[in-house]
């Protein structure tokens, strides 16, 4: 797809001024986070190909060696340290070892405090608000994680994704040949204000047999945080205009999600160059919207919008 260009109107702050981001990545490390006495024992539990926690079934060796029942099948069958053949015997005595922990969640040092029994932890982990996030950046295979901080500075160096401060903004999107729609991402810009972090996502692909552009905007934090915020976008122009309003979704869900359940303003290819005018053949949008907090009235319990200057 051909690249477009962007026009935008924004907050006169500089970057540097209002986005603090920090030149070194943060570091999301492995975590073990033991409890005191329970180093050796966890040590013991830990899978020595995958170096993960083992659950029933743990398998060992004639010479009491032990590993996940995942990695029994990766070693072909065979101890990966005496390298004996496994057979079907189960290490009994650790499974029961197990039942009686509790341990910390892995994120622990990312600040969440639970304790889980051993047997609940992973479960936890994969749904803790403290996990890290994948990067949002749409259109590549990107398999970055990490904290907001640092997908914000990888977003920047790595991906050269705009960023600018404010709730408001103006951009205009311009293509030479809009007959050709591709499945691919045109734009992604991050905008700071509130003390946070979203990301604007527009782009062009197939829905069904017609040719749309979708713009969406999605927030850098969990789902709980997100429905705090509220966001309108408006594309017009030859005297018509549509716009969308509604709650940005958080970057846990992954953007072909949030674009398949098309929440967002879906504007028609036809209907997109009736807005860009003249002799139709050049694709013109100009997308304005802005961002909002909503606050809750102490007196009348209804929800206020909180806007930016």
Not at 264 to 287: P, Q, T
Request: aromatic share 10%; with cysteine; glycine share 8%.
């Amino acid at each position: 797809m051909e690249s477009s260009s962007l026009d935008s109107t924004v907050s006169s702050l500089t970057m540097d001024d209002e986005l603090h981001i920090p030149h070194q990545f943060s570091s999301i490390t492995k975590l073990h986070n033991n409890g005191p006495g329970t180093t050796s024992v966890h040590e013991l539990l830990e899978c020595p190909v995958c170096t993960s926690s083992m659950y029933p079934p743990i398998h060992q060796c004639h010479n009491g060696h032990t590993l996940c029942s995942t990695c029994k099948t990766r070693v072909h069958n065979r101890c990966p340290t005496c390298r004996q053949e496994l057979g079907d015997i189960r290490c009994l005595a650790l499974e029961k070892i197990a039942e009686s922990l509790e341990l910390p969640c892995r994120y622990g040092s990312l600040g969440c405090p639970e304790i889980f029994p051993y047997y609940s932890k992973l479960k936890h982990e994969s749904i803790c608000n403290f996990r890290p996030y994948n990067c949002p950046y749409a259109g590549s295979d990107c398999s970055v994680v990490g904290d907001i901080p640092y997908l914000v500075t990888h977003l920047r160096d790595d991906h050269r994704v705009d960023m600018h401060s404010g709730c408001t903004f103006n951009h205009r999107y311009v293509k030479s040949n809009p007959v050709e729609v591709e499945n691919a991402t045109w734009m992604l810009t991050v905008f700071h204000c509130f003390g946070q972090y979203f990301c604007l996502h527009f782009e062009a692909f197939q829905l069904g047999m017609a040719p749309v552009y979708m713009a969406f905007l999605r927030f850098m934090g969990d789902e709980r945080e997100a429905r705090s915020y509220c966001y309108s976008l408006e594309i017009g122009g030859n005297g018509r205009k549509q716009i969308w309003e509604g709650s940005p979704r958080s970057i846990r869900d992954s953007h072909k999600k949030v674009r398949d359940s098309h929440d967002g303003l879906i504007v028609y290819r036809n209907m997109a160059l009736f807005f860009s005018g003249g002799d139709r053949k050049e694709l013109k949008l100009r997308v304005t919207g802005r961002i909002w907090k909503e606050q809750q009235n102490p007196e009348g319990g209804v929800c206020i919008p909180n806007l930016c200057s």
